[in-house]
């Protein structure tokens, strides 16, 4: 396991923003998506966005065109710019990186609360 530290949750009110980032503790070679997960309290984890390392992107329906994610192969980061966000965004957030050959790291998660 190599951990995955995540940073940039935080408090905000409605139509603010914030910017997640995410990276291991160590370099990781084999990486082919990095992503963001959400768990709301009650609810299953779900995915946010994902990215691959050749650059394709998939979002969840209710984010789009509100959250971009991005990456850095280089420096094995990823971050997930998030606009516009509303009460029904509060959550743990979670990185994920997936290997080419099937393994899956997890960050502990950053709280990001939106309310007014």
């Known amino acids: 396991q190599v951990p995955l530290v995540e940073s940039g949750g935080g408090l905000v009110q409605p139509g603010g923003s914030l910017r997640l980032s995410c990276a291991p503790s160590r370099m990781i070679v084999g990486i082919s998506t990095m992503g963001w997960y959400r768990q709301a309290p009650g609810r299953q984890r779900e995915l946010v966005a994902s990215i691959t390392n050749g650059g394709t992107t998939n979002y969840a329906d209710s984010v789009k065109g509100r959250f971009t994610i991005s990456g850095d192969n280089a420096e094995n980061t990823v971050y997930l710019q998030m606009n516009s966000l509303n009460p029904e965004d509060t959550a743990v957030y979670y990185c994920?990186?997936?290997?080419?050959?099937?393994?899956?790291?997890w960050g502990q998660g950053t709280q990001v609360t939106v309310t007014s």
């Open positions: 994920n990186f997936q290997g080419r050959v099937g393994w899956s790291y």
